[in-house]
């Protein structure tokens, strides 16, 4: 009996379930192994395609996507261009989605709510650590680009489509911003998928619901005759990064967007945090 007493005594929540613990745990699912591998994979990829592929003649008119073998920051641009709208969903929703819905799966959540870990705590690591992996993510990307990158067509000035050029230093400043702003963008797409995966125990549901739901922002979005209803979609904003890479740097679009983002996370984090406060844990 005093055994069970003094460690009653010595249990403090904050030392159940540490963020190294739950981050060790995750990193060594074989989807985040599986995530890393493709992310790391993509730029490899886009090198092949620009090496083999033939420029097409668009009537004098220039894109990002034309200036992408100019140097490694245009490279590693493009990169994040091709995979803002749906690639890089796919690792946020994957994270923050099937975190918790997981643990219900291989019914351990009752055993780690009787451990015991509070849920608030319980729902706050694996919530850090979801959004970690990622930031993880999105900084991956750029990084193999911009190395891969460089080594294919030399270290050099980001070229602007619309004229002019950004030198190194500030471009690589320039896509420090823009990870940033894709990552808050995207915090829309990880707070729908932590929200549902506290709400069932299929993990599947919770991460095809958020990037289901990101994909119906993205179609309502090209309906032009929403007019000003479409400032209130994330996805209306999603490519205000673009913004970011010009001569002359434009903020506004961006911290509307960000604004949004985070108004619309905040609520569903909110919801999730309640109704697993509530939640019958049976498995």
């Known amino acids: 009996m005093s055994t069970l007493t003094e460690v009653a005594s010595g249990y403090q929540t904050r030392h159940t379930l540490p963020l ?14 599986v995530m890393g591998a493709i992310l790391t994979l993509l730029p490899f990829v886009l090198l092949i395609a620009f090496a083999i592929g033939t420029p097409h003649d668009r009537g004098g008119q220039i894109t990002l996507m034309d200036t992408a073998t100019a140097s490694g920051a245009n490279f590693a641009a493009v990169n994040l261009f091709v995979s803002v709208g749906f690639l890089l969903v796919i690792p946020v929703a994957l994270f923050c989605g099937d ?6 799966g291989w019914s351990s959540l ?16 694996k919530l850090v650590v979801a959004l970690g992996l ?7 990307l750029p990084v193999v680009a911009l190395a891969v990158g460089t080594a294919a067509y030399g270290w050099g000035p980001l070229q602007i489509p619309t004229g002019g050029a950004l030198d190194t230093g500030t471009a690589v400043q320039r896509l420090v911003v823009t990870v940033a702003y894709v990552f808050v963008s995207q915090l829309v797409t990880a707070g729908l998928a932590f929200w549902l995966s506290t709400k069932t125990d299929a993990p ?3 991460v095809g619901g958020a990037v289901g739901l990101t994909i119906v922002g993205n179609v309502l979005d090209a309906v032009t005759a929403l007019g000003h209803w479409r400032d209130f979609l994330p996805a209306h904003w999603q490519f205000a990064w673009a913004d970011a890479v010009q001569p002359h740097a434009e903020w506004s679009g961006m911290i509307q967007g960000s604004a949004i983002s985070v108004t619309y996370a905040l609520v569903l984090f909110a919801l999730a945090f309640r109704g697993f406060a509530r939640k019958d844990v049976v498995s």
């Open 204 to 206: 599947l549901g919770a």
């Open 134 to 140: 990622s930031l993880a993510a999105m900084v991956l």
């Open 20 to 33: 190294r613990v739950e981050l060790v745990r995750q990193l060594k699912r074989r989807r985040t192994l």
């Open 110 to 125: 009752r055993y780690l709510l009787a451990a015991p870990v509070p849920r608030a705590r319980l729902l706050w690591s």
């Open 99 to 104: 975190t918790v819905a997981s643990e219900a």
